[in-house]
């Protein structure tokens, strides 16, 4: 079910309120998603939203409780996540359009396992080829993410947006990276990508992609990425078609059903 306690909590001159679930971290953010609240107000266990939201997350179907039920809910259910370090609220929470506070905040979540990444969709699967080694004798470090990138440019295929969409006068723009190498891969280990897509706004996308060593079945590497939809007529950022708003849109609703909560790094955030 859906929780929200009163708007008592102070920050940068407002009151807030916690919204959260006791069922699961998927019904939380579909209901959200649905509120138009952003992925950036997610904090741990809850979204932080201003006292001005809460009648219209009611409304929506969230149930008032106070605080301490709230908190007490999620310990019950397994799902209250204790803050790791220290986290705050940006200028930009409370700027302009007076929507739900923006975090930055420390990761929330332990790396997958390559058992929990390997039965997801893959792509550029491939051995680690020679000139791709560097004088440590494994994968060079700009590498990894060419690669990864090339495999969420795979991804992104059957969502509507070809690898020839330049040709077509439209692009995606890499906006943001937070990069975390784990284990090394050498020559000719055997090497494939996943991806889970996380959110999106108007005209920006958010990522996780993860290079596996499938010779040693273990992760490697995690790149998190914000990218953004161009219209090479203007060189501008430009709303997603809809079609392609269709298909991330629904690679996003099936992504967040994966049974593990996506190990973002509280860097980076849809705008």
Known sequence: MILVDPPNAPGHGRLWSHLAS??????????????????????????????????????????????????????????RRRKRGATRLTDSAVGGGGGPAAIVASVSAPHPSYDQLVGMPAYVEQPVPIAFEDANGHLNVRHYTGIASEGLDESLVELGIPQNWPVQGHACFSAEHHLVYLAELRTGDM??????????????????????????????????EIFLHVDLGTRRTAPWPAEVAAGLDARIAEDGRLPWEPDVSGSLALR
């Not at 409304?59 to 019950?76: K, N, T, Y």
């Open 191 to 224: 090497l494939s990508a996943r991806v889970r897509m996380l959110g999106r706004s108007e005209r920006a996308a958010h990522a996780l992609v993860y290079l596996l060593d499938d010779t040693h079945q273990r992760l490697s590497y995690v790149m998190e």
């Open 22 to 79: 006791d069922a699961s971290f998927a019904e939380l953010h579909a209901f959200a998603r649905g509120l138009g609240i952003p992925e950036r107000g997610f904090d741990r266990d809850h979204y932080d939203v201003p006292a001005e939201w809460y009648d219209r997350v009611v409304e929506a179907g969230a149930q008032p409780v106070s605080s301490r039920e709230l908190v007490a809910r999620l310990v019950v259910a397994g799902l």
